[in-house]
């Protein structure tokens, strides 16, 4: 579903391969179901009754009289038993065989496979043993700290960081749960926590006849919760004697097990020896892909329906590959993954309605479509096809080496829905360009470009992360986020000027009132016929500050109130409430979403600047303005977006938003209550947890922002609530009596 079944539609397109989708009841309008040629109904929205209801899907693939499957990402792509029944059923299955699946998806034999192929591993546990004293036990010999993994793992799912040992059982009990839910199967292994490493992984290809080629490596360090959030290629600083030496031992990892089709094999390298361990291998093709094939020039979809239908590798010499990668066109590649989640409040998965979407892009180049199409723009190669590469299939444009793309891969569009059932991800943007500092700067450029509007993203924290000095430097390990997370949230965090809040309600205002005058800065004489002089107070809250100062337990001071005067001259004057700056003279007109400014300095002359900007004021309803640079504007001070709600009605209900902040424990987002952990009369101490939410396909454990008795419960276990819903009230304690 969604992003990469429109990533294979693509190429099928391209092929001329029809293609047929799946879709739940809560995708029926998505973006993969328009784009197909077929489309078939699976069942309800929740993922066990559609998108893993093997039985519905293969009659799918029967009534439609299609011969091959394309697992994708996630569900079903990594499960050996609908492999297993697509070869029963006489389906290919687009995929590796049954039992390299079988191998490699369970992480202890994978482990055992990859010490007899003499491939480097991490010391761990990975016996059948799994009763609680036995693990303990093994993490005690490991030493802490230690990595619980589910042995079917994947996707940060069923994996956690255990530092100290008093902590063990716990996490233990949440990371079997966890498994048990996205896996059916509970098992653990256990790892010693490599301090400081560097995620390094390498594509890995082969077909029916035996040959394996790897198509270079991918850096993915910078993560979160084990989510991979930017990944590159290649990967900085990494030498050639190392990365031929990993390159083989991941070449070594997909013969021991008889490997077909796209893999990944993940390594571990120690930032300070160098040394590197076998992690995993991901028996399908990876999120981040598309790095790959920005910097080989190979579409790796079209790969894999060629090896599906029993054809060679399109290149079978190792060597010619690594001339490629040589080669100053391979460039340099940056993935962002985009996710509707609020990083200002522990990256809470979020759902709404996207109200605006509007994706960057790069100009148009010869013999390349803008916006992830890695099809060609003539039916014919523009250029002679490159020696060892698929013709027409490259990903990479045409053009001088010095050119930069943006690429976009999606599967969602304006006015869609991003729900509670499935993975938030809205995109993956990625940035090529000739060297690694001109695909940061084009990343960031393409950053500041993306206008999301109807659910918080990870924009701003991304652009944030790409500028970091840390980052562009190179080389950075798995604890960037660690080390740097609390600077970037806090930057991400900052409240707007007084300015900004100025413009903010100015576009706020002209927004629901236009004038008439067409004059992008209102010039003298021009009236606004329908009010004359008018006055307007709007109240806007900062939502950068107040998710920021919630989630560090601070008052914020992120409301704001601004009276907007408005002249019969065009002119309006905005007086923000508590700024020390005074009145701001401002003239300003919308054209479509564009916001022409100009600003009166106290000297007189005007400033003029242009914001991009969407108002969303449903009546009676909480709305919001969001403002952004528009190709860099100085208005934001650097920053990729500015949110403001425009609440529904005044504050008085003895909260401070989603979770424990105030005397209402609030559902963060929309989510399925897993275990009720107290109940009614309760006394409860500060950071104590109260409930466990399931949204996303993650656990999200909601605590007490302080200590109290809890007064109500309005929820029970198995209920589906909505975000912002009120699950407990919690009242102070009592004080005792003398």
Known sequence: RGEIACRVIRTCNRLGVDTVALFSDADRNAMHVEMADEAYHVGPPPAALSYLNVPLILEAAKSSGADGIHPGYGFLSENEGFAQSCADSGVAFIGPPVKAIQAMGSKSTSKAIMIDANVPVTPGYHGEDQSVDRLLDEAKRIKFPVLIKATLGGGGKGMRLVEREEDFVAMLDACKREAMKSFNDDN???ERFVVQPRHVEFQVF?????????????????????????????????????????????????RAVGYVGAGTVEFLVDSKSGEFFFCEMNTRLQVEHPVTEMVTGVDLVEWQLAVAAGNPLPILDQ????????????????????????????????????????????????????????????????????????????????????????????????????????????????????????????????????????????????????????????????????????????????????????????????????????????????????????????????????DYCTTKGEDHDGVHSARVHRQRDGSCSVEVSGSAE?????????????????????????????????????????????????GGSPLLGGRQTMVFRIPAAEYGDGSS?????????????????????????????????????EAMKMEHVLTASRAGVVSAVHCSEGAIVDDGKVLADLAPLEEPTK
């Open 206 to 254: 082969g077909d029916t006849l035996g040959n394996v080629v790897h198509l270079a490596e991918r850096d993915c360090s910078v993560q979160r919760r084990h989510q991979k959030v930017l990944e590159e290629s290649p990967a900085p600083g990494l030498d050639w004697d190392t990365r031929n030496a990993m390159g083989s031992a991941a070449v070594e990892a997909a």
């Open 188 to 190: 653990v292994l256990l």
């Open 319 to 546: 060597s010619e590959i690594d001339d490629r990668l040589r080669h100053p066109q391979a460039g340099h590649a940056i993935e962002a993954r985009v996710y509707a989640e609020n990083p200002l409040r522990g990256f809470l998965p979020a759902t709404g309605t996207l109200h605006k979407l509007k994706e960057p892009v790069s100009p148009p180049q010869k013999g390349f479509l803008v916006g992830g199409d890695p099809r060609p723009s003539s039916v014919e190669p523009v250029s002679p096809p490159q020696k060892g590469f698929l013709a027409g299939g490259d990903p990479r444009p045409s053009s001088g080496s010095g050119d930069v793309t943006v690429r976009v891969d999606t599967g969602v569009k304006e006015g869609g829905e991003v729900s509670i059932f499935y993975d938030p991800m809205i995109s993956k943007l990625i940035v090529h360009a000739s060297d690694r500092t001109k695909a940061l700067n084009a990343l960031e450029d393409a950053l500041d470009g993306y206008q999301v509007s109807g659910v918080p993203t990870n924009l701003s924290f991304l652009k944030k992360c790409v500028e970091n000095p840390a980052f562009r430097q190179g080389g950075v390990t798995t604890a960037f986020l660690d080390e740097h997370g609390d600077g970037l949230l806090a930057a991400a965090g900052e409240k707007s000027s007084p300015l900004v809040v100025a413009v903010a309600a100015l576009a706020k205002v002209l927004a629901a009132d236009p004038p008439v005058t067409s004059d992008p800065f209102l010039a003298a004489g021009k009236e606004w016929r329908a009010f004359g002089n008018s006055v307007r107070t709007e109240t806007l809250v900062d939502v950068a500050a107040e």
């Open 582 to 630: 005074g009145v701001f003279g401002l003239r300003g007109v919308l054209e479509g979403n564009t916001l022409k400014v100009s600003v009166e300095d106290g000297d007189g002359i005007p400033r003029s600047f242009e914001v991009d900007c969407f108002v969303h004021a449903p009546s009676g309803q909480q709305g919001l303005v969001q403002l952004w640079s528009n």
């Open 657 to 693: 938003g989603p979770g424990g902040g105030g005397s209402a424990v609030k559902a963060p987002m929309p989510g399925k209550v897993l275990r009720l952990l107290v109940k009614e009369g309760d006394s409860v101490e500060a950071d104590q947890p109260l409930l466990i939410l």
